[in-house]
C-alpha cells in the first residue's frame, strides 16, 4: 500500500478534468474531509464519479441541471462500501475547497488534499468508510510530512457559515481514534 508519483496504488482510478498544478511554494500540509451525494442524500448510482468527471447527465434528476456547470473534484471519494476512488494526484490541486481558509492561510487547495465521504451531514457514515478513511489518512501522514495529525480538519472548519460538512454525523473521535491521536 503505498502512494506513487501521487496516486494510491491500490485505489480505483477516475482521473478528473477538474485539477492544476499547485503554485511552486506550496506543500502539501492539510486533509479536508467532506461529504458528497448525489441527488443529495442518496447513494449509489456514479453520479459524484460522472459529476467530477464533467460527465454528469443532467436529464436523470431535476437537481443535476443545477450543479451541471461546476467544474469541482476531490483527490478521493470514499463509497458507502469503503471502496476508493482517485481522481486528481495528490501532488497536484484538486478543486474542493472553494473559498476557504485554515489558520489565517486562505486559499486551502492549494496547500490541501480533500477526500470526500459518500454520505450527508446527518446520516452516519458506514464502518467500511472509516477503515477506508483511516487507510488513506495513514498513508498520507507517512508520505507528506508537513501533514500532521492536527492539520485535519473538516470542510465546515474551513469555510464556516458556506460549509457544513462532513456534519454532525461525521465522528472525529472515532477518525482520531483509529489514528492514536487526541488533540491537545
Avoid at 496504488?9 to 511552486?24: L, M
Avoid at 448525489?38 to 468527471?53: A, R
Avoid at 501532488?91 to 475547497?97: F, K, P
Amino acid at each position: 500500500m503505498t502512494i506513487i508519483n501521487g496516486w494510491l496504488e491500490w485505489a480505483t482510478k477516475y482521473p478528473s478534468p477538474n485539477y492544476n498544478q499547485r503554485p511552486e511554494s506550496a506543500v502539501v500540509s492539510l486533509l479536508v474531509i467532506h461529504n458528497i451525494s448525489l441527488p443529495p442524500g442518496e447513494f449509489g448510482g456514479g453520479y459524484v464519479q460522472q459529476f467530477f468527471q464533467n460527465q454528469l447527465d443532467v436529464g436523470v434528476h431535476p437537481y443535476f441541471e443545477t450543479i451541471a456547470s461546476m467544474q469541482v473534484s476531490a483527490h478521493v471519494f470514499i463509497e458507502r462500501s469503503g471502496e476508493v476512488i482517485q481522481f486528481v494526484s495528490f501532488n497536484d490541486r484538486a478543486w474542493h475547497a472553494g473559498n476557504s481558509s485554515f489558520e489565517g492561510v486562505t486559499n486551502c487547495n492549494d496547500y490541501s488534499i480533500g477526500i470526500e465521504l459518500e454520505g450527508a451531514d446527518d446520516i452516519p457514515y458506514t464502518d467500511a468508510q472509516y477503515r477506508s478513511l483511516d487507510k488513506v489518512t495513514r498513508q498520507l501522514l507517512q508520505t507528506y510530512p508537513k501533514l500532521t495529525h492536527g492539520r485535519i480538519t473538516g470542510h465546515e472548519h474551513i469555510a464556516p457559515g458556506r460549509k457544513t460538512d462532513p456534519g454532525p454525523a461525521f465522528d472525529w473521535r472515532r477518525y482520531r481514534d483509529s489514528l492514536n491521536y487526541s488533540p491537545g
